[in-house]
């Protein structure tokens, strides 16, 4: 209702969205037993592919739908912009996809390099047409209306040290500047 996966169902119930494809997620809800709460219909009929890392999952986890190693997922990813070619597609870049080292965000940080970001947008280029996209998850100082919103923010969230507010935006501008252009070209 409130995570991620909440605005995924509701762009689904949209008839002009054929189809979502998450690159790159690696929380606890892409497994067993958190996975129960996901949209297994999505997942099931094919409007929803779900691409988890699998890196540190035990062997029978790497074998689920889907899922991707830092050794074979540009290859995935290039399989799959063949297989959409010619389609229009709307690229959501989300920070927390990217390493800590290269962006800061109120979420656990993924695998994907900027470099990495970049280059499976020039693999999406080649193939489909762009026709939008935004770049969101940058790191906010929290702040909540309600307790309600704050208690299910710090049983949700990560537990990390507050980032300096300046250095989260130098960084944050740093993989911007990369992005956008490669987004937007």
């Known amino acids: 209702k409130w995570c991620c996966g909440g605005w995924v169902n509701r762009a689904l119930e949209s008839s002009l969205v054929q189809?979502?494809?998450?690159?790159?997620?690696?929380n606890f809800e892409c497994w067993w037993p958190g996975q129960i709460f996901g949209n297994r219909h999505a997942e099931h009929t094919g409007r929803l592919e779900v691409h988890p890392w699998a890196d540190s999952r035990p062997a029978k986890d790497q074998q689920r739908r889907g899922a991707i190693r830092q050794d074979n997922w540009r290859e995935k990813f290039e399989l799959f912009a063949r297989k959409i070619a010619g389609a229009a597609?709307?690229?959501?870049?989300?920070?927390?996809?990217?390493?800590?080292?290269?962006?800061?965000?109120n979420w656990?940080?993924?695998r994907f390099s900027v470099a990495d970001v970049v280059w499976a947008l020039q693999s999406l280029r080649a193939s489909t047409r762009i026709v939008g996209g935004d770049i969101c998850g940058a790191y906010s100082p929290p702040r909540y209306?309600?307790?309600?919103?704050k208690f299910v923010a710090?049983?949700?969230?990560p537990k990390?040290?507050?980032?300096?507010?300046?250095?989260a935006r130098r960084t944050n501008q740093s993989a911007l500047a990369a992005l956008w252009p490669a987004l937007t070209e």
Do not use: F, M, S
């Not at 189809?19 to 690696?26: D, I």
């Not at 597609?89 to 920070?95: A, E, F, K, Q, S």
């Open 154 to 157: 710090e049983i949700d969230h």
């Open 145 to 149: 209306a309600r307790w309600k919103q």
């Open 19 to 26: 189809r979502v494809c998450v690159w790159g997620c690696g």
């Open 160 to 167: 990390q040290l507050r980032p300096d507010p300046a250095e």
């Open 108 to 110: 656990e940080n993924g």
């Open 89 to 105: 597609v709307y690229v959501t870049i989300d920070l927390d996809c990217l390493r800590a080292p290269d962006a800061v965000t």
